[in-house]
């Protein structure tokens, strides 16, 4: 029955399901799809990672293991996490055992999306 009632309310009242009828600044579920000015740049920030080098093998690529302490949401335990990364060495610096640093790049490869920044130790 109240289906019916909200199919024949009046479209210039907004959304059925919000309480005023009109979506509000803070719900951005009616605003996802703006288009913004293609002439202004915008700024990308790039995640940088910290890790050690674990294998070098292969020609201009490093493979880095990169260790996080995450804490669980409900048991307030922490535990640690470890994830590997291909990352592109363009001189070929770094070694097994080095601390490198590097940051998120456009794809280089399929599996490389990384660049090195510098070596650390």
Not at 49 to 77: A, C, R
Not at 84 to 100: P, R
């Amino acid at each position: 029955m109240e289906r019916a009632e909200t199919d024949q309310r009046d479209p210039s009242l907004g959304h059925p399901d919000l309480k005023s009828g009109l979506p509000t600044a803070r719900d951005d579920r009616f605003y996802m799809n703006t288009k913004k000015s293609e002439t202004t740049k915008k700024e990308v920030t790039r995640r940088q990672f910290e890790g050690e080098v674990v294998s070098v093998v292969e020609n201009k690529t490093i493979h880095v293991l990169v260790k996080t302490k995450k804490m669980h949401p409900k048991y307030k335990k922490q535990y640690l996490t470890h994830k590997k990364y291909a990352v592109h060495d363009e001189a070929n610096t770094a070694k097994v055992g080095d601390v490198v640093l590097f940051q998120e790049c456009r794809p280089i490869s399929k599996t490389k999306k990384n660049r090195l920044i510098k070596v650390i130790k």
